[in-house]
């Protein structure tokens, strides 16, 4: 199993700037990706950045040149660096993984989530 742990969400505003976190533990041996998602009221949640274990990155069209998502050397961590954010960011974030874990497949976690806004 794998547990993700987010930090860092809050209420900002609008143009200012936020860092997620988000921990990795548990019994896998290989992270193949990290991922942070988004849920906003109302609508489905969409892939806001993803970055695999060798580095490859890729953002949703509406946070490019604002976001940068990166993972530490051990690969057990990702941040997400949110700036010049704006009200449409207002979104619970999810961290995602899919890992190798000992002794089964490699699959899909998820964490709770850390609530953003972003009001003035």
């Known amino acids: 199993q794998v ?7 809050g209420l900002v505003q609008p143009g200012d700037s936020l860092r ?20 906003a009221p109302g609508k489905q949640r969409e892939l806001v950045a993803r970055i695999t274990n060798d580095g ?7 946070v490019k040149g604002r976001f940068t998502i ?7 961590n ?10 449409e ?12 874990v000992v002794g089964g497949p490699a699959t899909g976690y998820w964490g709770q989530g850390t609530q953003v806004t972003v009001s003035s």
């Open 20 to 39: 997620l976190s988000c921990a990795a533990s548990g019994n896998f041996f290989n992270i193949y990706f990290m991922a942070w998602y988004r849920r």
């Open 56 to 62: 490859t990155t890729n953002y949703a069209g509406s």
């Open 78 to 87: 990702v941040y997400l660096q949110m700036n010049s954010l704006k009200p």
């Open 3 to 9: 547990q993700l742990v987010e930090s860092g969400g």
């Open 70 to 76: 990166s993972m530490d050397g051990t690969k057990n």
């Open 89 to 100: 960011d207002t979104a619970a974030y999810y961290c995602n993984t899919f890992a190798a």
